[in-house]
């Protein structure tokens, strides 16, 4: 074996010691969760404060009525649950106006009001609610989560520090029909909550999943409003990092929320980890490389094609191996429902995340919504301008599409 090949050998190694340390720290976390939850009482709290869930809605979401329907019964005294959309004409407004009808004891507004204030689609969809929420803690829930009936008691539970300043999410993928939802739902289920456990474990460094954030109304006014992240791709870290600059504490709550996929298409899924890979890298810079390094998997099959032998061939099965074998292990942790078999995709999976890490480094330019951007610095967007290789290829392309559609 030449130099090359040991020197991969030794960071898939180092690379599947952090692995199961991101598994130590699901673990950790949910074990701590348990113990705090025999041990606390709701009486520690004088009084459950009065919540208003922002829940921007675009299009129809996999299993968007139960999503929906799953916040409006929760065991909580106060809330309100406002539905923001930009059009009356997008078929998420029939959705919400059913879940309005059928709970019709619940406080529950549908706004539609078209707003146009940034380029972040998700932004303007919460600025208008978020001008007409009553209450003064602002959750931001999006419309693809299923949360359970005591999902607004353990959100609020770290305000009874008044240091705390925002409240996210751990999340986990749940359902997946399709090849590209079980391939989200296996990286949910994987690296995404690993991240998010090792980050905040070792690193004491809380991501901020935009899925589910709690906050109060005072402090967004500190940090300029929402208006201030209106041109970010990444709002919900920004958020946090200017929460935290607050002096404000920023929490990853233990309750677990549900993210539902099940009809995804692969170029879906490809398209949005392309989307956030290159999120990260404008946020993170060279702390990006660590991805690369920590994808086991996909760092043993190069010594296969550089140096093919049944030790190469070996090492990757072996590699292959261990990651399922953690993933299953992830997954009875959280209580996936995902068939335990589909675990065994999870190394062609992760085959396609690390090919997929390439692209940002050759470009900073996203199509979101049917909109195109350029990435900037800490995640803002800016315009594509109409001209270019990137314009034309997206007019030959989507031409091309529609000739043979």
Not at 287 to 301: G, H, M, P
Request: charged content about 20%; aromatic content about 12%.
């Amino acid at each position: 074996m030449g130099i090359l090949t040991i020197m991969i050998f030794f960071i898939v190694v180092l690379g599947l010691i952090g692995y199961f340390l991101q598994v130590w720290s699901i673990r950790k976390i949910l074990i701590t969760s348990a113990e705090q939850r025999i041990n606390r009482r709701d009486g520690n709290f004088e009084r459950l404060p009065g919540i208003s869930v922002l829940k921007p809605l675009k299009g129809l979401d996999d299993n968007l009525f139960d999503n929906l329907e799953s916040m409006c019964n929760q065991d909580y005294p106060e809330y309100e649950i406002i539905f923001s959309l930009q059009d009356y004409n997008d078929p998420a407004f029939k959705v919400a106006e059913k879940i309005k009808e059928k709970y019709p004891e619940k406080k529950i507004t549908l706004l539609v009001e078209k707003c146009c204030a940034g380029l972040n689609p998700k932004v303007n969809n919460l600025i208008p609610a978020y001008r007409i929420a009553k209450y003064d803690y602002i959750l931001i829930s999006d419309s693809n989560v299923m949360v359970s009936k005591n999902y607004l008691r353990e959100i609020i539970r770290p305000f009874d520090d008044p240091g705390t300043g925002l409240v996210t999410n751990l999340i986990k993928g749940t359902g997946g029909y399709t090849l590209g939802s079980i391939f989200e739902n296996l990286h949910l289920n994987s690296f995404v909550i690993g991240s998010v456990c090792f980050l905040d474990r070792f690193l004491k460094m809380p991501c901020v999943v935009g899925k589910s954030m709690l906050m109060k109304k005072k402090d967004i006014e500190a940090i300029g409003g929402l208006e201030s992240v209106k041109d970010m791709l990444a709002e919900d870290y920004i958020l946090g990092k200017k929460i935290y600059n607050l002096g404000k504490k920023v929490v990853l709550s233990n309750h677990i929320i549900k993210n539902v996929n099940n009809y995804w298409g692969l170029r879906q899924f490809l398209n949005r980890h392309t989307r956030w890979g290159k999120l990260r890298w404008h946020i993170g810079g060279i702390k990006y490389l660590s991805e690369l390094l920590s994808n086991s998997v996909f760092l043993s099959i190069f010594p296969v094609i550089f140096s093919p032998s049944l030790i190469t061939i070996s090492f990757a099965l072996f590699v292959c191996t261990l990651k399922v074998i953690g993933d299953i292990h992830i997954g009875r942790t959280i209580k996936t429902d995902m068939n335990m078999f589909l675990f065994l995709l999870a190394p062609i999976k992760d085959v396609l995340i690390g090919l997929t890490w390439f692209i940002p480094l050759l470009s900073n330019k996203v199509l979101w919504r049917g909109n195109r951007y350029i990435i900037m610095n800490d995640s803002q967007l800016i315009p594509c301008p109409e001209k270019g290789i990137f314009y034309y290829t997206y007019r030959f392309v989507n031409t091309i599409k529609t000739r043979f559609a």
